[in-house]
């Protein structure tokens, strides 16, 4: 799960990705909101706010005895500590990182790895004052301080490595001696804040971003220069000035909601920056200029309690692998910042089964509050228009709930797929529709001309239509798809997006998607499309279950070997077509790259329907555990717009 938010694309290749949204983008930095104006304000008068002594980055030297305190006080919180403490052993025995690039792109997990390391032996110090932690800190800054550079061509490992940086000087400041001090903020300076100056004044692309390299590039940097602002200040005033000015362009992107269209991965990675630098800000000049009242920040951390289905499986749309929320340290901080125990509530657990340095600063006071909500209280369904998805669930608490993610969205966001019309599946602790998620970053033209030959990115690749198939992209890679309907009454809730500008290039005149989820059980996929001209249909879904079609071809059996089933049937309604199985591979019309994800494991349910011009059809899903299938018991199908 972790893997996925840490790695990142090649700046070259990104630049063609963002050609398409540039000119928006521009726009917004010239306006703006009131909140981002706010937050561009002189460098000399930010520095005047500057906090004296360390530390002062994230957390404060009260704020990390409170914690330590409550690592005697609270048995949870003791419990995170000696977890850690047995993690920093490990790390005391192995040798320092090493400048690898293997892929011969990213530096990036050896700067997450020094940033990691860093962060936990600077807790166990602060917590103890053992003089090998601050030692093997040592070993591996100035392992790194070595490095011929941090790699700025693939900016984010530059900026996680001063992150790095800026935490063991300011978390250790008290360790060093004057010369460690000074080896220290020379690298920083020198391959670090310079390096990120020269981008700034060269309005580098992930200056005008709006998505996770921004808050990545901008955090990791704006930490450095707090960090060393006192010793300089001309420095790192003017790069405070470009990251205040740069950051609220990515912070537009939470609008209006707190939904994040890169997918719950790099929500993940980019929210943890964005918290990590807001944080930093308020702690080292008591102000962090307005940027945490950008609209939809303050609902950010409902968004994964709803990504995540009641088995714990992510909804994983765009670059996201299949698995499960594994927590973010984060929600413990805007459950603080927003008021939203809620949050707290959630995240406890998850400190409980792999604690984080983060999880115990920003959490520790909250293990001690025995009023947190037991179960939510939000409502169980969900439409968030700033990515156009829709979640809906039969329950909060119940990990054998059903549960249906729902995609529509910008084909253009920044790791997205071909996936508008795609939707997940989830019910008795299985998910029975399947999204495969992101293949492998490093095949050729990944993030360039490649991108759309590539199964797993293409429609025929998601749970959705493929119409007139060709070797070309198989939904326009420029359209946007909104969710025109999202009702909840007694006894079922609809989501209904218009499709029809993803197929409009490929002789589509109409074709509008709808989900409903009935009784919190039955769940409907109804599609009507329409095309100028007879042509070419199929319906496409993915799964890991086996599966038993039935004999008139109208439905099929899903099972996995624990005994639960899914009945999955064709309406009555339906333009008839045979269900039938298929590998989950490209179609013969389709690109054929010799490199790509094999998706063993995982089967194609499909619907094809030939030399036709308009086509209506209802799939109806019903989870089950026993031997026998229930009797198919549907509710009267209306057309969409009847719905």
């Known amino acids: 799960m972790v893997a996925f938010w840490r790695a990142a694309c090649y700046e070259k290749n990104m630049k063609r990705i963002w050609q398409g949204t540039m000119l928006a983008v521009m726009g917004s930095l010239s306006t703006g909101t009131a909140e981002a104006q706010e937050a561009s304000p002189a460098a000399a008068e930010l520095l005047t706010k500057l906090r004296a002594g360390h530390p002062r980055l994230m957390v404060t030297q009260a704020e990390f005895d409170a914690a330590r305190a409550l690592t005697v006080s609270n048995p949870r919180v003791k419990k995170w500590r000696d977890d850690l403490a047995a993690r920093a052993e490990k790390i005391l025995r192995e040798p320092p990182s090493k400048y690898e690039i293997p892929d011969g792109l990213r530096l990036l997990s050896t700067s997450r790895r020094v940033l990691e390391r860093v962060r936990l032996l600077a807790l166990m110090w602060q917590f103890g004052g053992e003089q090998k932690y601050a030692d093997r ?83 990791g940097i704006a930490i450095g220069a707090l960090a060393l602002a006192d010793v300089e200040p001309e420095l790192c005033g003017e790069i405070l000035r470009h990251a205040l000015k740069s950051l609220p362009l990515a912070l537009t992107s939470y609008a209006p909601d707190g939904a994040w269209a890169e997918g719950p991965g790099y929500w993940n990675y980019a929210t943890s920056y964005t918290v990590s630098v807001i944080a930093a800000l308020e702690s080292a000049l008591g102000t962090d200029g307005g940027l945490s009242r950008s609209a939809g920040f303050d609902q950010t951390g409902e968004f994964p309690l709803y990504f995540t289905a009641p088995n714990g499986l992510l909804f994983n749309y765009a670059d996201v692998p299949p698995g499960k929320f594994n927590g973010a340290a984060e929600l413990f901080w805007l459950a603080r910042k927003f008021d939203r125990p809620l949050l707290a509530a959630r995240q406890l657990s998850f400190a409980d089964q792999r604690p984080s340095p983060l999880n115990l600063l920003w959490g520790a006071a909250w293990a001690e509050r025995d009023d947190l909500p037991l179960t939510v209280s939000l409502p169980r369904t969900r439409y968030f228009a700033g990515a156009e998805i829709a979640m809906l669930r039969g329950a909060w608490d119940d990990p054998l709930a059903v549960s249906v993610g729902f995609k529509a969205g910008d084909n253009k966001a920044s790791h997205s797929h071909l996936d508008l019309g795609s939707f997940v599946l989830d019910a008795l602790g299985h998910r029975w529709a399947e999204d495969l998620g992101r293949d ?189 299938a229930p009797g198919i018991f549907l509710v009267e199908e209306k057309p969409l717009e009847q719905w």
């Open 440 to 628: 492998d970053y490093n095949l050729p033209g990944y993030f360039g001309r490649e991108r759309w030959n590539y199964y797993r990115l293409r429609a025929e690749g998601h749970n959705t239509l493929v119409i007139n198939p060709t070797a070309a992209a198989d939904q326009d890679p420029q359209a946007v798809a909104k969710i025109i309907r999202f009702e909840t009454t007694s006894g079922k809730t609809l989501a209904i997006a218009d499709l029809t500008a993803a197929y409009a290039r490929h002789g589509a005149r109409s074709v509008t998607r709808g989900v409903v989820l009935h009784d919190d059980k039955r769940v409907l996929v109804q599609d009507k499309i329409v095309l100028d001209q007879p042509g070419e249909i199929w319906w496409f879904m993915h799964t890991r279950a086996k599966v038993e079609l039935t004999a008139d071809g109208d439905g099929a059996i899903l099972s996995f070997a624990d005994g639960s089933k899914l009945n999955m049937w064709v309406g009555r309604q339906s333009a008839k077509s045979p269900l039938t199985v298929m590998d989950a591979w490209p179609l013969p019309a389709s690109p054929q790259p010799a490199k790509q994800g094999e998706n063993k494991g995982v089967t194609k349910l499909a619907l094809h329907w030939q030399d036709t011009a308009e086509v209506t059809v209802s799939v109806w899903f019903y989870a089950f555990n026993g031997q026998t």
């Open 137 to 219: 800190a040592w070993a591996e800054l100035s392992a790194a301080a070595a490095f011929p550079d941090w790699n700025p061509k693939h900016f984010l490992d530059t900026a996680e490595m001063t992150c790095a940086f800026a935490t063991g000087y300011d978390w250790l400041h008290a360790a060093w001696s004057p010369e460690q001090r000074e080896l220290l903020k020379n690298a920083m300076v020198e391959k670090g804040l310079r390096p990120a100056l020269t981008v700034y004044r060269q309005g580098g692309w992930w200056t005008k971003s709006r998505f996770n390299w921004n808050q990545v590039c901008n955090g």
